[in-house]
C-alpha cells in the first residue's frame, strides 16, 4: 500500500519549452502533495505544498510563474516548469501525505522525475 | 530549514547492527521524528516514526531519548541493500508537515 508514482520518470527538453510531471497516489487519497528539487549530490529541497482544491504555497525563493502547480483531485498533482532552462534541470520528487491519516501524517514518495534541459 | 543534524558518513559490517544518530535539540512538543532512506536516483523510502515512545517495525527500530533531544535509528541486520543515505526529520503535522531534509548519512555496509 502507500505507492506513489510519477510520470515521466525522465525527460529531455530543450531550453524555452515547457515540461509537465505527474504525481499520482495509486492506492490512496492525498489531501496534501509536497513537491521537491534535488540537486546532485545535494539533499531533497521542499519547493512547494499542494492541497486539493487550494492554491499552492510556495517555499521563499521559489518562483511561482515559473513552476506551476495544479492539484486537481485527491490522487494527482502536477508540476508545469515553464519555459525551462538548463539550471532547471533537476530530479524533482513528489509526496503524497494520506487523506485523514491522523496524528503522524507519514508522506510517501515518489520515484522521482530527472529533467535535463538542453 | 532543517532542525535536525547527523553525521555525514557511517560504515558498518554486513549482518552487523547499524546505530544512525540524530540531534533534534530544539524539537517542539508536538513534532514527530521521521526517518527515510534514500537509494541513489531514487526516492525517498518511509522507515519509521515515532513521537516519545520507542517504535518497532520489521525495518527498524527507533529510540528517542526521554528529553526528544536525540534519536536512534537502528538496523538489526544490516545487509549491502541497507547502503543509502538516511534522512532524520523532525515535523508537525498540525502545522503543515512540512518536511526540511538535513544533509542526511551516507550509510555504507561493507562486505
Known amino acids: 500500500g502507500a505507492v506513489v508514482s510519477q510520470h515521466p520518470s525522465w525527460v529531455i527538453c530543450k531550453s524555452g519549452t515547457s515540461v509537465k510531471i505527474e504525481c499520482r497516489s495509486l492506492?490512496?487519497?492525498?489531501?496534501?502533495m509536497f513537491w521537491y528539487r534535488q540537486f546532485p549530490k545535494q539533499s531533497l529541497m521542499l519547493m512547494a505544498t499542494?492541497?486539493?482544491?487550494?492554491?499552492?504555497?510556495?517555499e521563499q525563493g521559489v518562483e511561482k510563474d515559473k513552476f506551476l502547480i495544479n492539484h486537481a483531485s485527491l490522487t494527482l498533482s502536477t508540476l508545469t516548469v515553464t519555459s525551462a532552462h538548463p539550471e532547471d534541470s533537476s530530479f524533482y520528487i513528489c509526496?503524497?501525505?494520506?487523506?485523514?491519516?491522523?496524528?503522524?501524517?507519514?508522506?510517501?514518495f515518489g520515484p522521482g522525475t530527472r529533467l535535463t534541459v538542453l | 530549514d532543517a532542525k535536525t543534524t547527523q553525521p555525514t558518513s557511517m560504515d558498518c559490517a554486513e549482518g552487523r547492527a547499524a546505530n544512525l544518530p540524530c540531534n533534534h535539540s530544539?524539537?517542539?512538543?508536538?513534532?514527530?521524528v521521521y526517518w527515510y532512506r534514500q537509494i541513489h536516483s531514487q526516492g525517498p523510502q518511509y522507515i519509521i516514526h515515532g513521537l516519545k515512545n520507542n517504535e518497532t517495525n520489521e525495518m527498524a527500530s527507533l529510540i528517542i531519548t526521554e528529553d526528544r533531544k536525540s534519536s536512534t535509528l537502528i538496523l538489526p541486520h544490516a545487509t549491502l541493500r541497507d547502503t543509502a543515505v538516511y534522512y532524520c526529520i523532525v515535523s508537525a503535522p498540525n502545522t503543515g508537515n512540512q518536511f526540511y531534509f538535513g544533509t542526511g548519512t551516507s550509510l555504507t555496509v561493507i562486505p
Open positions: 492506492d490512496f487519497q492525498a489531501t496534501t
Open positions: 530544539t524539537i517542539s512538543g508536538n513534532e514527530y
Open positions: 509526496s503524497a501525505e494520506p487523506r485523514g491519516a491522523g496524528g503522524s501524517d507519514t508522506q510517501y
Open positions: 499542494s492541497n486539493e482544491g487550494s492554491k499552492a504555497t510556495y
